[in-house]
């Protein structure tokens, strides 16, 4: 059963950084991309980040690039999304997400998430 637990969202001031992390279990690791999504007030969830079962290849949303970055640790079963240059439009719930075998980090593929964690991009 895939369990996955986010963590370290919060309130941060614009321009500012926060760094996500989410825990896996009960299920192999690297058998699985990983992937981060969001949620903001009134709209529809969105991919935002997205790495294979190696760490080797990820994809981003457009309005992410060259602020965020998804990593992983198949040793410690971890994903990470650091995220720099908050901006507000940032403010959303996010989800950590897995998706078995998905080689081309197609967002639709993932199937399993989280319970979410808040980040506040206050301007």
């Known amino acids: 059963q895939v369990q996955l637990v986010e963590s370290g969202g919060g309130l941060v001031q614009a321009g500012g950084s926060l760094r996500l992390s989410c825990a896996a279990s009960?299920?192999?690791?690297?058998?699985?991309?990983m992937g981060w999504f969001r949620q903001g007030p009134g709209k529809e969830r969105e991919f935002v980040a997205g790495i294979n079962w190696s760490g080797g290849r990820t994809r981003y949303v457009d309005s992410v690039k060259g602020r965020f970055t998804i990593s992983r640790d198949n040793a410690k079963k971890t994903v990470h999304l650091q995220m720099n240059s908050l901006k507000s439009e940032d403010t959303a719930v996010y989800y950590c997400?897995?998706?078995?075998?998905?080689?081309?980090?197609?967002?639709?593929?993932?199937?399993?998430w989280g319970q979410g964690t808040q980040v506040t991009v206050s301007s």
């Open positions: 997400a897995a998706a078995y075998r998905n080689y081309d980090i197609v967002a639709a593929d993932f199937r399993s």
């Open positions: 009960g299920f192999t690791f690297r058998d699985y991309a």
